[in-house]
Structures are given as C-alpha cells and as structure tokens.
C-alpha cells in the first residue's frame, strides 16, 4: 500500500492505461481487482467495446489519462476528498473539465480508478526491477523499498489514506481487496522463492506476511506523520533488517 523510493522522476515514465496489469503477470488479486472495477458501475472500460484501435490517438490518449491521473492524486494528497473539484484536477493537469470527465466519469468512480491506477503503474515497475534481481534477498529489498513512503507526505501514500477512509459498496471493497493482497501475494513469491532456493527459513507463510505487512504498515504511517526517531535512521533499512532476521536460515551443523 505504498510507493517507492526509487520512484525519483514519476513524470518521465509512460504509465499504463489499464486500471491494473495483465492477469497473469503479477497474481490472482490484480486480476480480481480488475475483475471488481470493471463490474463497480455494471459496466466494461469503454476501450473494450471498440474493435478498431488508432495506434497514435491510442498513445495520445494513455499520455493524457496518465498526466490526469497524475494531477488527481497531486490534488487529493493536497487538498483531500471533500473539498476536491473536477475543475481542481484539470487545472493541475493542464486540460480541460471535460476531458477530466472523460477520463473519469464522475467524482465519486474517481478514488478508486486512481488509486487503481497508481498501484497499476508502480506495480509495473516493482516487476521490472525483479526481473532485473539476482537473487530473493535482493527481491525482498526491493519490495520494501517499493512498499514504503518515499517521503513524509508522499502522494501516493496519501491517496491510499484517502481511499480506506471513505464508505465503500461491496464492489469497491471488493477492489481495495484485492489491491492490498496484492502487496500479500508479492512478498509470498519472494519468501516462496528464497525458501525454495535454501536462502530463507522456512517460516510459516501467511504469518509470516500478515506480520511483516502490518510491520510495514505502522512503519509507513511513522514516515507520513513524520516521526523524529527516523529523522537520523533509515526506515528502510530498519524494516529490511528485522525482516531479514526472521527470514534467516538456522545454522546447520
């Protein structure tokens, strides 16, 4: 629930336009999160209904619905839910109202899409960088560098704070679901793997997850509150190193 560190330039990366990436690619809870979205308001997303795709308006298009969503959890992180306004959004993104309301629909769909969205494009990159690790120990840096707030007031932290806040029908806790086992289901593949390989202990895993993911969780509300303790420690690395011990294999004799 979270964002990465190694996220220094969100601007300069094209973000997808699908709410969640492909099934298949990054486990079963993305693709009910897809599933969920797709059903919040009876209805598929309207670039499913076209058989026809213009390559060069279709890039276009991810452009702009990637700086709206952008400028939205800009505007949410800042000003919070109640007092947020399409023209807010648009303004911030350089468009116009109309377009934000294409892009959107209506206010009350917008939490969910964008946070969708944002999971959709930091996820994306999560799985780039593991493909690229040479081992699970660094997969698992990886993760909490990825779970983790960037910053005191990272925004999107923040819009995850703004979303479990708000009363959702069952569709859209159906979504939140599946986006938080989403965190759930990566870290169980990297335990999965270094256990595999003879790298971790062979903890229990769904405890294991339930206690490192609410570890992370408290640790990520300290850095959005801003917490002096970590002012001159790393919370990454104090969330990895606890981690890692309990991940240790015993010694053989």
């Known amino acids: 629930m979270s964002t990465s560190e190694t996220e220094r330039t969100p601007t300069d990366r094209a973000p997808s336009d699908r709410a969640v990436p492909a099934e298949g690619v990054i486990g079963t809870a993305d693709a009910e999160a897809g599933a969920a979205y797709r059903s919040a ?6 670039s499913a209904d076209l058989p026809l795709i213009d390559r060069k308006r279709q890039r276009s298009g ?45 206010k009350d769909r917008l939490l969910l899409e964008v946070l ?18 040479g ?3 660094e997969k698992l840096d990886l993760f909490v560098r990825f779970y983790l707030p960037r910053h005191q007031g990272d925004e999107r932290y923040a819009l995850w704070t703004q979303v ?10 159906r979504i939140l679901t599946a986006l938080l086992d989403g965190w759930d289901e990566r870290l169980e593949a990297v335990v999965r793997e ?5 790298q971790f202990a062979e903890v229990d895993l769904p405890e294991f997850t339930i206690r490192a993911v609410a570890m992370l969780s408290g640790l990520s509300e300290d ?3 801003g917490r002096s303790r970590w002012q001159h420690t790393s919370v990454h690395a104090f969330a990895l190193s606890a981690l890692e011990r309990d991940l240790r294999p015993t010694s053989r004799p």
């Open 41 to 46: 308001d009876g209805s598929a997303d309207r």
């Open 62 to 106: 991810d452009e702009a619905r990637g700086r709206a969503m952008r400028a939205a959890i800009s505007v949410i992180a800042e000003k919070g839910t109640a007092a947020l306004r399409m023209s807010d959004i648009a303004e911030r993104a350089g468009m116009s109202t109309g377009h934000i309301l294409y892009h959107f629909g209506k």
């Open 116 to 133: 969708a969205w944002s999971q959709a494009d930091l996820w994306t990159r999560y799985q780039e960088a593991a493909d690229q690790a």
């Open 135 to 137: 081992s699970p120990a």
């Open 164 to 173: 479990l806040t708000q009363h959702h029908d069952e569709a859209g806790r």
């Open 194 to 198: 270094g256990r595999e390989l003879g």
């Open 223 to 225: 850095v959005m509150f």
